[in-house]
């Protein structure tokens, strides 16, 4: 009798086996064939029962006063503030029923926002943000949102100029063309090893590492533009330390340089690029009397005219890849870099060459460049939506705080609807947004807000009921991301803690309660709901040449491998080779250097350009990067992020000139602040950030100091830098967010050491013994 296969859990930073005694779970061991396992999943081990979990439902002690008088709650605590009482599940389900209930009656479905982000979980069907939308669209719709805070501007732009981003991340050239093929891989943004720990349902390879040792060791060269020589590691590369926001600047003098020397592909413009010309005369200075000359350059990046003009020649002699981070269209103006990139792959001609061309987030997630496949699996159906209205995400405390106010959209004129009631289940806007002290403001204003979570986060505090949400290793799921070589059949390892309940139990139940749990749920357990997802996936995988085994198979091996496809995956190689019958999704069918849709909708020129930074009185620029001891906030409560702490608070980089200049030393307590408000972290000296940068991961759990010595605006003491990022759209075609464009100042901390608050439970929520 052979033994049972080992049951695998699927995380959006790896897979890993389960060991479990009992009902504690003591290990997470890395699947066997992984390269280069993340760290990340030792932080459930304690973290999955700590403290901080919900373990059963809470509410707001004054609105929960109100709501049993069935009245609305007065606001004379606010939100964060108040205690909680912790209440039975019963009441709890009919609270939230009623609410929902009295806002769509009394103030029309658009008054409910659904607020989610598709991180809580790799599992396909507990997928928390699928099981909101469907059960919201199944109670008459919602208010919903658009885009996302990592991408909201390149989602945008990228229709317009050549496709949108998840056909083009899908396509991307695998690392091993690249390894094959290519000679210089010049990385805006560089290519972090941090981010490439992580994909959207799971990541069951980790690739970034070894690829970028097999590029190196086939003779391809890096050159990594940013403020951080650690934006690119493993390999040895030039770095240019450039000034924060200048990459637009220095692509146009590239384009320049190429364009006098006469170094571009004229032959491929004209064949597969629209609107060139009108670029061409904005480099020379023709439409406003500036030329975009390495020297203009060099005062906006602060890299020298003459390495300008030598990376210029470098690129347009040899194979070269240019790639652009996430980070740097989160910014003022963040559309022109990615737009730039694409440019400047057009003008050297070698869009659909293998190893050539541009990337748009290689180093971001872990399947960009995988090389497979983009077939993503199971899918749960979340239905149509009946409220037309919605936000860009990024604007969500502009729609709290100015409901009717008009804005601007990708070429639409919107209305901010008027919302009365926040559900949010998965994800945490306290760790998102920007300047929280203004999205602390906004969030008082709904009347009831209600947060489904497994864990005690800034946004459960700030919630007036808490529903206690189970973890992926408490219930069973499939496991299955884009591009990924793997399916994993997630089978529960662990019972719940506490009472908590998976997202599909508690939209039941309330859906049971408003009358359509039928429609919701179909009919089908769990169980049933998991094999009618796979066998529907097992068509659409037929599409791309994959042949699924049945789901009884499945559920028993534990894993499907996905091969790879037999033809190798370069990025745009069809429209290359073929143009007229491979167009592109754009108006014109080519790359559009000059957009004619852009120029009506912002009344400009229509091509990409530079934006002058606005004057500030802050003299340093901060940096908030994506962390590497956690996905964005989660579990920031366990064991490799609290190990990544410095006095208990998230660490700042600083370069030791601006730390000299400071009295800081590598260890100290320092205070970050600006307009907006401040936030205390523990200082990490480092000669690998240029001077007048400072950074720091985002994703520590907000924990606002409200009697902070000397405050007048929100203080965090944890280390959130959300707290002083602005709260404004990158432009008003895309609005996403500008988390790049924070500039500060920062101190030696010489007051008293506050105690975190955050890692504990709430006031008035049992204590785990």
Known sequence: MTAAPPRYTSTHWGVYRPVVDGARLRALEPAPWDPDPSPLAQSLVQGVDAAVRVRRPAARASWLEAARRGEAAAATRRRGDEPFVEIEWDEALDLAATELQRVRRTHGNAAIYGGSYGWSSAGRFHHAQSQLHRFLNGLGGYTASVDTYSLGAGRVLMPHVVADMDTLLAQHTSWDEIARHGSLFVAFGGLPLRNAQVSPG???????RGALQRLRAAGVRFINVSPLRSDLEGVDAQWLPMRPGGDAALMLALAQVWLTEGLHDRAFLDSHCMGFEA????LCGEDDGVPKTPAWAEARTDVPANTIVALARRMAAQRTLI?????????????????LTVVLAAMLGQVGLPGGGFGLGYGCMNNTGSGRAPFSGPRLPQGSNAVQAFIPVARLADMLLHPGERFHYNGRSLRYPDIRLVYWAGGNPFHHHQQLGRLRRAWQRPETIVVQDPFWTSTARHADLVLPATTALEREDIGSAASDRWMVAMRAAMPPVGQARDDHAIFAALAARLGFEAKFTEGRTPRQWLEHLYDASRERAQAHGLALPPFEQFWSDGLVELPRPARPVVLLSDFRADPVNCPLPTPSGRIEITSATIANYAGGGGHPRWHEPEASPWPLQLLSCQPATRLHSQYDHGAV??????????PLTISPRDAAARGITDGDLVRVWNEHGAFLAGARVSGDIRPGVLQIATGAWFDPWDDAPGADSVLCRHGNPNTVTPDVGSSALSQGCSAQTARVDVERWTGPVPRLRVMEPPLGVAAVP
Do not use: T, V
């Open 279 to 282: 670029f061409a005369r904005h």
């Open 641 to 650: 992020s609290q190990a990544s702490k410095i006095q208990g608070r998230e």
């Open 202 to 208: 799971g990541a069951g390879e980790h690739q970034l």
């Open 323 to 339: 790639n652009c981070a996430y980070a740097l269209q989160r910014a003022r103006h963040g559309e022109q870099p990615f737009w």
